[in-house]
């Protein structure tokens, strides 16, 4: 199934790699939507969950890995 991003989920990634240019996007597709990760030197940085209704799933902390 594929999932078009409404425009209010393509700016929130815009958002989530402002001040990042060089970190890379990775997008998991699911059942009831996608995940959108950012991530630099090898580490997640940022999260979120969107809806294939349009909903955004919001961003949770992330701890620091040891």
Known sequence: MAIELTTDQARYIARMRV???D???RVHQRSWGVIVEVRRLQRTIALVAFDADGGVRGDAPLRRAA
Do not use: Q, T, Y
């Open 19 to 21: 001040g990042r240019p």
């Open 23 to 25: 970190a890379d996007i």
